[in-house]
T-cell receptor
């Protein structure tokens, strides 16, 4: 069974600093997807970034980038130039490539509460 | 991006009554919808997966007679909490996946259920 571990329950940084959230996962699959989702106080879940396991290049989305280490099964999220609006719960999630009629279920980490201080 | 709505956003009901929560994909056809439950300060717990026109697949420990899921169309899934009790109070979130090969789940804004 797949598992996702986020070892940092809470982190706090000053505005404009860079912060890295860690995530490790366990799987025997070779094809899969990894995600970082953000859940702000509104509780609306928002996709931050996605990584396909077959791609060696790390995904980036503006100030958000990942460090994907497939052999180490590590998938950390770096937020550069952090902003007050980045304050949220961040969840790392794993999805097995399940095929055309597969279930595409997400396996979730426990989450990291990120606080950006002014 | 794709939009998923949930209705109602908040509901308060008396113990023993049933509550229906709707999840709609507004601008895409959702072949698969997922229902989650989230306890305070915790991660999402998958309750069930439903494919349009098929019976929902419930996760272990989730009572299918308690949490009725209907996915009658490609844009609507409903979760009915039957004979609700205070322990059913929680935040319920739906998500939807588009097409037959899409990997991204689009999330609804959630429904806060309070059972008195």
């Amino acid at each position: 069974a797949q598992t996702v571990t986020q070892s940092q329950p809470e982190m706090s940084v000053q505005e404009a600093e860079t912060v890295t959230l860690s995530c490790t996962y366990d799987t025997s699959e070779n094809n899969y997807y990894l995600f970082w989702y953000k859940q702000p106080p509104s509780r609306q879940m928002i996709l931050v970034i996605r990584q396909e396991a077959y791609k060696q290049q790390n995904a980036t989305e503006n100030r958000f980038s990942v460090n994907f280490q497939k052999a180490a099964k590590s998938f950390s999220l770096k937020i550069s130039d952090s902003q007050l609006g980045d304050t949220a719960m961040y969840f790392c999630a794993f999805m097995k490539h399940a095929g055309v009629r597969g279930n595409y279920q997400l396996i979730w980490g426990a989450g990291t509460k990120l606080i950006i201080k002014p | 991006g794709a939009v998923v709505s949930q209705h109602p956003s908040r509901v308060i009901c008396k113990s023993g009554t049933s509550v229906k929560i709707e999840c709609r994909s507004l601008d895409f056809q959702a072949t698969t919808m997922f229902w989650y439950r989230q306890f305070p300060k915790q991660s999402l717990m998958l309750m069930a997966t439903s494919n349009e026109g098929s019976k929902a697949t419930y996760e272990q420990g989730v009572e299918k007679d308690k949490f009725l899921i209907n996915h009658a169309s490609l844009t609507l899934s409903t979760l009915t909490v039957t004979s609700a009790h205070p322990e059913d109070s929680s935040f319920y979130i739906c998500s939807a996946r588009a097409g037959t090969s899409g990997t991204e789940q689009f999330f609804g804004p959630g429904t806060r259920l309070t059972v008195l």
